[in-house]
């Protein structure tokens, strides 16, 4: 299938792994064309994708060499990360399905290849799903790590406890901050610079909750553990304090219902 930009769109993914060949197979042709239009960076595209013989094992190495330290090298951490996606394969599947969000909603991607190497949203959610698996799985240290270092070379905090759906689109993503008890929907877009926050005046669930199909624009704060209904938008800029019903469309600080829509909210740009 083609969107309108002439941009292959593979089905969005289960977890069923022979349902999610047809991404992996479009990275592959992607890449072989940009050795040839890019000569000099043969070597980057072997390494990064080439060499690997599926979409995990490229996925985690590219992780690996990005969230690597002196004191946890490489190798260390991409074993890490191998295990995890052969244990729990469904994060692959989701890994994909953010793959395809990004080319379905981001009018500034034209190839699969874009986000898989490039954008910082993108790698910072996959290296987010890999640390909230070992921190359900109680390892806690390594899940904190993963954290720290994705904060540090991707400028995106999220804690290892939230809770993300498929299909998240973290456009830019650079100073997104999401806090412990945050839970976001399916198809759900975060500019830059968004904060799902707690108030600081409580422990325990104190974060957002996030419905599905929400756009949230850049700068915009949302604090305490209050909902943001399906549908609804938030306007770059605003602190949201209460929740927002399903469908609405919220502006200002403190935010507050405005309309429906407000141009240049979706679609990835103008906000």
Avoid at 101 to 116: G, I, M, N, S, W
Avoid at 121 to 150: E, K, N, P, V, Y
Avoid at 169 to 185: N, Q, R
Avoid at 236 to 264: D, Q, Y
Wanted: aromatic fraction near 4%; charged fraction near 20%.
């Amino acid at each position: 299938m083609l969107d309108q930009r002439g941009l292959h769109i593979a089905p969005k993914t289960s977890g069923d792994p022979a349902a999610a060949e047809p991404v992996w197979m479009q990275i592959m042709v992607e890449t072989r064309s940009a050795v040839v239009a890019e000569p000099h960076l043969a070597d980057f595209f072997k390494e990064s994708v080439l060499r690997h013989t599926s979409f995990e094992k490229a996925l985690g190495n590219l992780l690996a060499l990005r969230l690597s330290s002196q004191t946890v090298s490489t190798r260390v951490l991409g074993d890490i990360l191998a295990s995890v996606y052969d244990e729990q394969p469904g994060i692959g599947a989701l890994a994909r399905a953010d793959l395809c969000a990004v080319c379905e909603r981001d009018p500034a991607t034209h190839r699969y290849l874009q986000p898989f190497l490039y954008y910082k949203g993108f790698l910072a959610l996959q290296a987010h799903r890999i640390a909230h698996a070992l921190w359900q799985g109680r390892r806690i240290d390594i899940a904190s790590f993963i954290q720290m270092r994705s904060s540090e070379h991707f400028g995106v905090d999220i804690h290892p406890a939230a809770r993300i759906g498929q299909g998240l689109m973290m456009d830019h993503a650079h100073g997104i901050v999401i806090g412990e008890t945050a839970e976001i929907g399916t198809d759900v877009t975060l500019l830059h610079a968004v904060t799902l926050g707690g108030t600081g005046k409580m422990a325990g669930d104190r974060h957002p909750k996030i419905g599905d199909r929400v756009v949230i624009g850049a700068g915009a704060t949302v604090l305490g553990n209050i909902t943001v209904g399906t549908n609804a938008r938030v306007a770059a800029g605003s602190v949201v304090l209460r929740s927002v019903p399903p469908g609405a469309t919220v502006a200002g600080v403190p935010a507050r219902i405005v309309g429906a829509e407000i141009p240049g909210l979706v679609d990835g740009g103008g906000i």
